[in-house]
T-cell receptor, first 116, second 114 residues
Framework: AQKITQTQPGMFVQEKEAVTLDCTYDTSDPSYGLFWYKQPSSGEMIFLIYQGSYDQQNATEGRYSLNFQKARKSANLVISASQLGDSAMYFCAMSPKTSGTYKYIFGTGTRLKVLA | DTAVSQTPKYLVTQMGNDKSIKCEQNLGHDTMYWYKQDSKKFLKIMFSYNNKELIINETVPNRFSPKSPDKAHLNLHINSLELGDSAVYFC?????????????FGPGTRLTVL
């Protein structure tokens, strides 16, 4: 079964520190994409970063990096130098190929609170 | 110049009514989606259209009917609204609906059924 698991319902981090949000996935497809989105309290879904299953290097976008460990089927998001504005829900998503097309499967999310 | 827009942002209605949510994207994308986010924040895909053609139809009650008049628009019509339909509905779009396509989301429509 295709599944994304985020085991941390809530996390706290001190401002300026780094934080890792966990994401594990399950798929039998050899090709898939992994994505992270941020949902602040205002409700919109903001794309942060993606990783392809065949990418050799971990993806990075500014303060965000994706720690991709294919053998462990994990795609953890690392946020460096946390800021107060990073307080939000974070969703991990996977896009396996299903029935000839691609759709996102989302995890249940992790609520991150950055403390001043 | 909003990339993916939805109207209305909030929708409050009575049980049994019919309502529509509109979505438009100006990104030139071929694929559009509807997602439902429930009260526990869980996001699940409902429908996907590629170039006006339905390609994903999850197990959604047939009271929900998407319609894509052109590839820049994907509307969602809901008949006979029920209490359980209360949720936030997100529209999204992606370039071609392929594996590494990033999906860009609209601001969401919060539907409350009384």
């Amino acid at each position: 079964a295709q599944k994304i698991t985020q085991t941390q319902p809530g996390m706290f981090v001190q401002e300026k520190e780094a934080v890792t949000l966990d994401c594990t996935y399950d798929t039998s497809d050899p090709s898939y994409g992994l994505f992270w989105y941020k949902q602040p309290s205002s409700g919109e879904m903001i794309f942060l970063i993606y990783q392809g299953s065949y990418d050799q290097q971990n993806a990075t976008e500014g303060r965000y990096s994706l720690n991709f460990q294919k053998a462990r089927k994990s795609a953890n998001l690392v946020i460096s130098a946390s800021q107060l504005g990073d307080s939000a829900m974070y969703f991990c998503a996977m896009s396996p190929k299903t029935s000839g097309t691609y759709k996102y499967i989302f995890g249940t999310g992790t609520r991150l609170k950055v403390l001043a | 110049d909003t990339a993916v827009s939805q109207t209305p942002k909030y929708l409050v209605t009575q049980m049994g009514n019919d309502k529509s949510i509109k979505c438009e994207q100006n990104l030139g994308h071929d694929t559009m989606y509807w997602y439902k986010q429930d009260s526990k924040k869980f996001l699940k895909i409902m429908f996907s259209y590629n170039n006006k053609e339905l390609i994903i139809n999850e197990t959604v009650p047939n009271r929900f009917s998407p319609k894509s008049p052109d590839k820049a628009h994907l509307n969602l019509h809901i008949n006979s609204l029920e209490l359980g339909d209360s949720a936030v509905y997100f529209c999204a779009s992606s370039l071609a609906g392929v594996i590494l396509d990033t999906q860009y989301f609209g601001p969401g429509t919060r539907l409350t059924v009384l």
